[in-house]
Each structure stands twice: as C-alpha cells, then as structure tokens.
C-alpha cells in the first residue's frame, strides 16, 4: 500500500553496518537495499548519536595551598554549602560542578544524621530522670554542663547549626533549653522542689541580725582574665631565670633603638618576646597599673602588628588575624546581605549607606568587613567618633600626636591606632581593614583596657569563657 513504512529488520540493519564498514555511502546502501534514502540516512545518525562519548569539562585547577585552605573550612563547617565554603577560603571563579568534584573528592562535607523529634525527647526524658536521682531541682550550671558533654561528643547529632553549617552560639543551647524546661515539667506539682530561696540584695545582709560578718554574698564583679587561657603565667620558661630574662629584654631594646620596629620580623626577636611573655605579662598586670607609654618604654617590639597578635594568641590561644579576618568576610557579608534585603525597615541614614555599599560593590571586593562594621554602628545608633578617627592623608604620626586631641581609648585612624593620646600602632600600607581591627580589638585585652560591652568577643571572634565577665555589670 502506499505511504505504509516498514522499520528496518534486523538483518537490512546488519548489511547496512556491513556497507558502512566497507566504504559505502547511504545513498548507495539504499540503492542495494531498495529501500528510502531518508530511512538509510536517519538510521545512521541515530546509531552515531547512541554510541556517542560523554567528554568530560576539564576541571579548574586550585593550588595545594588553596586545597588545604577548603579541606580546613569544610572540616570546621561539614554541613556548608559547596559555594559558602570556597567563599570562607577566599577562593572564586570555580563553578559548581568543579567545587563538588573537589569536595566529593576530599570526602569532608557529610549531612548531619539529626535524631527523629521524638527519639530526641525520649533521650532527653532518660538524662533528666539520671540527674534528678542526686538532685530533683536541677540547677541551670549543671543541666549546661551535661549539654556541654553531650554536644561535645555528638555535634552533627545535637549541636545548633545555621543553614550554611556555621555553628551557633556555644552549640549547646537548644539542647540545655530541653534539658532545663523537662526538669520544670517534671517539677511541675512539686512545690517544695521547686522554690528557691529569695534573693537578698548585700544592704539587706549587712542590716540582718543573723548575718555572719565573715560571710558576704558572691556578686558579679570586673574580671580581667576574661577569655584568657594564660593570663598571668607563674612558671618560668624552661632553662630561664628572672636574670637572663632581663636580659634579653636588654637585648630586645637594643635592637629596636637600631634597627627600628621592621626588625620584629628577625627569628631572634620573634623567640625573645615568646621566651619573655611572662615578663611582660607581670608588667601589664603590675598593680598600681603603669600607663601605655610606659609599657611601651619597656617592650617596644609588643607595639608591632605582629607584637600584639603574638602575644593575643600566647594570651587566648586564638590566633586573631586569621579569625577576625575570616568572620569578617563571612558574617560581615551576611550582616551586608541582611540590611539590603530589608532596606524599609530601617532609616534614612541605614538607607543611604546600603545604596553607597550597593553602589560601590563591595560584595566583590575586600570591603565587606568595613561594610559590615559601619551597618551596625548605624543600627545600634553609635557615632563614628567612637571607632574611627578622620585625618588628612599628609599627616604624619608626630603630628597626630602633636595637633590632635587624640581620645584616651584606643581609635582607628588612617596611619595606625592611638591610647592615651599616643599613636601606638602604625601600620603599613598593604595592611587591609581586617588586620586594623584585629590590632585595636586586641590591644584591649594585651594592655589590659576595659572595653564597653559589644557584640564583637561572642559573634566575630567567638570568645565565650563559661563565667566571668571583663565588661561592667
């Protein structure tokens, strides 16, 4: 009939492989086959489509530093995003397909095995009913303390984690809210269990006829080795006596009187000022206190970029260039991201900072910290008289020093930073705003400076001692 197509059978299609093989071309097969041209040549390219070969893209390459920068980050947050972890190490311009190649490779980023809602109340019902066979009105201090345990040894499992992986807070508070709010709920009709006894303030006590005079009530009070794992050091360094201290503090003055502050970068110098910690430690912390130009008399090396971050990492274990800088980049563009998606809540003058950061494009460059740190003084209403100090570009540290009425604490001008109406740091010009703010944030806590209450020790360099407090109570 006409118009009726047949398909090919199977041997039309094994004589057609068999021409192709030998050199024949489709019309010819068609002629020797007596079928359409069309049918012949659509059969052709359909097998030549099927046997096709996937090529893969070459992958960008990264350098081994670059490596080891991503393998760190995905350790320290398993549950990021491929993008938020490259973006954490400063690496950009690799797509998506090649970061997950990289991280599937390196076999880090993982999902966390969260527990079912109702396994969890179950584990939270059978800790409770532990703990209150010693005690049945659970203090907050220890339902903290066994969160703390708990979190420590199942992060994914129990730790509080942001959408992008990032750790919240001290990781352990949803956790201890459950903890605390069951042993509540089991208390609930137990009145003798649940009072406590009432607070009395220290005029109360005082005026009490039973109060002892040798007994005083516990009050919050200044703590100067808040966040400090080596405040005030007692043992002497190994081989070290008070005398070969002292002297090689001598040696260091001699150094800088000679070669000036570029000789911190010296090994020598770098493994006198570790080995004289101690010295300098009992300097600051010396009662009465001396002032900043007299510290700085002494230790002149202690007033280097470098001097500071050393002795904040022997002072706190956190090395604050590296982690400062990294929150800066990583909260600092959230924080950006925030304000700009929310731009009719907040005031004229939020407005018209976040069309300058818009305009200016800082999400793309390295200006996000100073993008973020000027968002949240506008927020909280702080002027910027209390951070930065404007002056000319000609100026010159003497005549900061001589002009200028310089604020006792401590401020970021264009040249360095200044205590006491003395420029103490002076920075070079490769310096970024990070290793800036890293400097007058950690020259609070090696001077031993009372700082107003901020949000910078918890969220930026997530310092979060279990008790005490150097901010006023």
């Known amino acids: 009939k006409m118009g009726q197509k047949k398909d090919l059978t199977g041997s039309e ?20 086959l007596k079928r359409n041209h069309r049918t012949i040549k659509r059969f052709i390219q359909n097998s030549q489509q099927g046997c096709k070969k996937r090529v893969e893209k070459p992958r960008r390459q990264i350098t081994a530093h670059e490596l080891r920068k991503v393998k760190r980050a995905a350790a320290k947050m398993p549950l990021a995003t491929s993008l938020a972890i490259f973006q954490s190490c400063n690496i950009t311009g690799v797509p998506k397909s090649t970061r997950c ?69 001290c990781g352990h508070y949803s956790l201890l809210r459950s903890i605390k709010s069951r042993v509540e709920h089991v208390n609930r009709d137990n009145t003798t269990h649940r009072l406590r006894q009432t607070k009395r303030t220290r005029n109360e006590e005082d005026c009490s006829p039973n109060s002892n005079a040798t007994s005083h009530k516990k009050v919050r009070c200044l703590v100067d080795s808040y966040g400090c794992i080596n405040w005030q050091p007692v043992e002497l360094p190994e081989g070290e006596t008070p005398a070969s201290l002292e002297e090689k503090k001598l040696i260091l003055l001699t150094i800088f009187n000679s070669e000036g502050p570029g000789a911190v970068e010296r090994p020598d110098v770098d493994d006198f000022m570790c080995l004289t910690y101690i010295s300098q430690q009992q300097l600051i912390n010396s009662c009465p206190s001396l002032s900043v130009a007299e510290i700085q008399e002494q230790w002149s090396f202690l007033f280097t970029r470098k001097g500071f971050s050393n002795h904040f990492y022997k002072l706190t274990g956190i090395d604050i260039c590296e982690r400062l800088g990294q929150a800066l980049l990583t909260k600092g563009r959230r924080i950006v991201n925030y304000f700009s998606t929310q731009k009719l809540k907040w005031n004229l003058g939020i407005r018209t900072l976040i069309q300058q950061v818009e305009s200016e494009g800082v999400l793309a460059n390295n200006k996000v910290g100073t993008a973020a740190i000027l968002l949240m003084m506008k927020y909280y209403k702080e002027d910027e008289d209390s951070l930065f ?48 703010i890293s400097v007058l944030f950690g020259s609070f806590y090696v001077l031993n400076l009372e700082y107003q209450e901020s949000a910078c020790a918890r969220f930026f360099v997530r310092i979060n001692p279990e008790e005490g407090t150097k901010c006023t109570s």
């Open 13 to 32: 299609k094994s004589k057609i492989v068999r021409y192709l093989a030998e050199g024949c071309s489709s019309l010819k097969i068609a002629k020797l």
């Open 389 to 436: 100090v404007l002056a000319d570009e000609t100026s010159t540290r003497m005549s900061l020093e001589a002009e200028s009425n310089l604020p006792i604490t401590p401020r970021l001008i264009m040249l360095g930073k200044n205590a006491e109406g003395r420029v103490i740091v002076e920075l070079d010009k490769e310096n970024i705003f990070a290793d800036a």
């Open 101 to 169: 190649a990289i991280l599937r490779d390196m076999a880090k980023v993982r999902k966390a095995e969260r527990r079912p809602p109702r396994e969890e109340r179950s584990m939270i019902r059978i800790v409770v009913e532990a703990m209150q066979v010693n005690c049945r009105n659970i203090k907050r201090a220890s339902c903290e303390e066994v969160a703390k345990i708990i979190v420590d040894r199942y992060p994914q499992t129990f730790a509080d984690f942001t959408e992008k992986g990032e750790r919240l807070g």
